[in-house]
T-cell receptor, first 110, second 116 residues
Framework: QKEVEQNSGPLSVPEGAIASLNCTYS??????FFWYRQYSGKSPELIMS????GDKEDGRFTAQLNKASQYVSLLIRDSQPSDSATYLC??????????FGTGTKLQVIP | ETGVTQTPRHLVMGMTNKKSLKCEQH?????MYWYKQSAKKPLELMFV???????ENNSVPSRFSPECPNSSHLFLHLHTLQPEDSALYLC???????????????FGPGTRLTVL
């Protein structure tokens, strides 16, 4: 089982819709969870971090964490074509080792 | 300059060349990282330095040699690389490795390396 798993996609959503990106992790001791956005040919850019169960909202983005089920998700409301990118889930599975998933490619269709 | 910078942004080298990648962070962080990102593969952690001490070497071949002279600078020395080493090499930094936000990593723009 991979430490951090994501569906590679592509996930296609129409402009204005809600995009839902999911990530599962294997280490129950994980404490820190991150979502990064990576445009083609560019470096990852931090979007959200979450550390406790529940929802965390920042503008159009909402991160959701459920430690009992070992999943973390990212919702993007009112999706825009500029949101088209690969979204990387990252989990701090043990001290000072952040493991990245393979990423989900999101396509927002105008 | 702000954030994390990397030089050069692009590098083409032959298999017998020796070159170095440089990373500098202006965030006051204590931990620095090297990652490799190949096409259609996930980020691969290569090395971790915390307070200038190497704390992780993820079974990286010896043709990659890291150097961390201080908490703000990180180098990756390259020697006799193979074509399969062609990739995007990313540097990142974090406050430290502890949780609660101190482990949030910020990435530089990367060096696109091509080995001929």
């Amino acid at each position: 089982q991979k430490e951090v798993e994501q569906n590679s996609g592509p996930l296609s959503v129409p402009e204005g819709a809600i995009a839902s990106l999911n990530c599962t992790y294997s280490d129950r001791g994980s404490q820190s969870f991150f979502w990064y956005r990576q445009y083609s040919g560019k470096s990852p850019e931090l979007i959200m971090s979450i550390y406790s169960n529940g929802d965390k909202e920042d503008g159009r983005f909402t991160a959701q964490l459920n430690k009992a089920s070992q999943y973390v998700s990212l919702l993007i409301r009112d999706s825009q074509p500029s949101d088209s990118a690969t979204y990387l889930c990252a989990v701090n599975t043990r001290y000072q080792k952040v493991t990245f998933g393979t990423g989900t490619k999101l396509q927002v269709i105008p | 300059e702000t954030g994390v910078t990397q030089t050069p942004r692009h590098l083409v080298m032959g298999m017998t060349n020796k070159k170095s990648l440089k990373c500098e962070q202006h965030l006051g962080h204590n931990a620095m990282y090297w990652y490799k990102q190949s096409a259609k593969k996930p980020l691969e952690l290569m090395f971790v330095y915390n307070f200038k001490e190497q704390t992780e070497n993820n079974s990286v071949p010896s043709r990659f040699s890291p150097e961390c002279p201080n908490s703000s600078h990180l180098f990756l020395h390259l020697h006799t690389l193979q074509p399969e080493d062609s990739a995007l090499y990313l540097c990142a930094s974090s406050q430290d490795g502890a949780g609660g936000g101190a482990d949030t990593q910020y990435f530089g723009p990367g060096t696109r390396l091509t080995v001929l």
